[in-house]
């Protein structure tokens, strides 16, 4: 969807627009999911959060200004925050080898999965900073600027921790081997 | 140093995204090829990981949730009077219009209140009589208002005696005419019945009183008329008389009858023969 739809459906939103609104929520749905994914240690908190996400977006909506994206995904930081601290999880994300099983076991054979499930576990020991630069960047594909405007930094701060990140996860990487 | 590696990476990064071999891009930087090469691969490795997809019931899930919240809050949104007047400025308009009517309305009426007859003022304190008159329902309370009137009337008309030293006929007629109407409004219930009378005996008494003193200090042409007045109230006294006596001898007969509230009696007078105020 190019900036002129989404702003275009934006507008909408706020006016009341039911259509639009699904619209949007369609839109972000897949990808606060994705950044969410791999941050929570299963696929139904994932879930629930992202709709969670989407709720608080709606009720809000009237409410937002500047980008869209930056302005969902600061949503979506605060609401796993908030999921952290409600569930003092902290420490179980921190080892994920041994949650989920039954939702990969369930998926057994499923390469993607297991890839997605080892990224998922190697991310778990980078920082949130840098977790959400890694997400943002390679799951998301969104560039340094934009990621700068949603994480709230300077572009070269981005660039910084982009590039400690992924000598981080090498690290992680290289340990397992 | 620290920071020309990671602009490198960074604009390698979008390259490979682009679709640029990881070979070229490290020939391009050999300073930096040996700590750039994993890294690079690391990305390109995560570049074409399958993303995660969230099942299509779970969308669909919020999306009716979304709805719910839609039909709650968002659609009709709570209003303030701001919100509502920003969005229909015609309201704004015809709302402002409607309380500069009413604060041009109750002041017009609060500073008529003195006013004389000539005075500017004076047809808005009679309208505003009127319109008083019109939004009072209740009988008995229309007869007081009557009273209030005709006792209006007779100060309007003493001020412009005590300055011209000549009687507004127009004045001395409606004082009258107000008393008359007072008497002949309507249905005065039992109870309230004895007091209305004492009540318009006592002005009828001290409209005729006023008259009185007033008669030494107006022309002659004038005090033919006063007298036609005097003697109208001076009938109406001896009428009126009659008829409290007739009511207090009533009542003081009257064995209590079994309460019967939705029943109230009614009295209603004409005044007698004669006193009429033409």
Redesign the interface.
């Known amino acids: 969807m190019s900036d002129f739809e989404l702003n275009g459906l934006v507008d909408d939103a706020k006016k ?1 627009d ?1 259509f639009a ?2 619209k949007l ?2 839109y972000f ?2 990808k606060v ?2 950044f969410l ?2 941050k929570v240690s299963n696929i139904e908190d ?2 629930d959060l ?2 969670e996400v ?2 608080r977006a ?2 809000a ?2 409410h937002q200004n500047g980008s869209i994206e930056a302005w969902i995904f600061r949503i979506a930081s605060n609401i796993l925050t908030d999921f952290y601290r409600r569930r003092s999880v902290r420490k179980v994300v921190e080892n994920r080898n041994d949650i989920d099983e039954k939702m990969f076991a369930k998926n057994n054979g499923n390469e ?1 999965l297991l ?2 499930r080892e ?1 998922q576990q190697k991310l778990a020991h980078l920082t949130k900073e840098q977790q959400d630069v ?1 997400v943002l ?3 998301e ?1 969104y ?2 600027k934009e990621i700068a405007d949603i994480l709230g930094k300077p572009e ?1 701060a981005i ?2 921790l ?2 400690r990140a ?2 981080a ?2 690290k992680e ?1 290289v340990k397992q081997d | 140093m620290s920071n020309e590696i990671e602009n490198i990476l960074d604009i390698c990064l979008d390259e490979l995204k682009a679709g640029t071999d990881i070979e070229i891009l490290l020939m391009r930087y050999p300073d930096h090829a040996a700590e750039l090469k994993p890294l690079l691969g690391l990305a390109l490795e995560m570049n074409q990981l399958p993303k995660p997809k969230p099942s299509q019931e779970k969308i669909s899930e919020t999306l009716v949730k979304v709805g719910k919240e839609v039909s709650k809050g968002y659609r009709r949104p709570k209003r303030s009077f701001r919100d509502v007047f920003l969005w229909q400025p015609k309201l704004a308009w015809v709302t402002s219009g409607i309380f500069a009517l009413i604060l041009t309305v109750l002041t017009m009426s609060t500073l008529s209140a003195n006013s004389a007859p000539g005075d500017l003022l004076y047809p808005i304190k009679l309208a505003t009589e009127k319109v008083k008159f019109i939004l009072t329902f209740n009988s008995e309370s229309k007869a007081e208002l009557r009273l209030t009137f005709s006792e209006e009337r007779l100060n309007e008309m003493l001020d412009i005696s005590q300055q011209s030293g000549t009687i507004d006929t127009l004045l001395l007629k409606s004082m009258l005419i107000q008393a008359q109407l007072a008497l002949e409004q309507g249905e005065i219930s039992d109870e309230k019945a004895l007091p209305f009378l004492n009540k318009l005996q006592n002005v009828n008494n001290y409209q005729k009183k006023t008259l009185q003193n007033l008669r030494p200090s107006v022309d002659s042409s004038s005090r033919i008329i006063l007298d036609r007045a005097i003697e109208t109230c001076g009938m109406r006294e001896r009428w009126l008389v009659q008829i409290i006596n007739e009511e207090t001898i009533q009542n003081s007969n009257t064995v209590p009858p079994t309460p019967k509230p939705k029943q109230i009696g009614k009295k209603q007078w004409q005044w007698g023969p004669g006193c009429g105020c033409n």
């Open positions: 009341g039911e609104l699904g929520c369609e749905y897949g999911y994705r994914f791999y994932a879930e992202t709709s989407c709720l709606v009720k909506l009237k993607s890839l997605q990224l890694i960047k390679f799951i594909g560039e340094t070269g660039r910084a982009q590039f992924l000598a996860l090498k990487y």
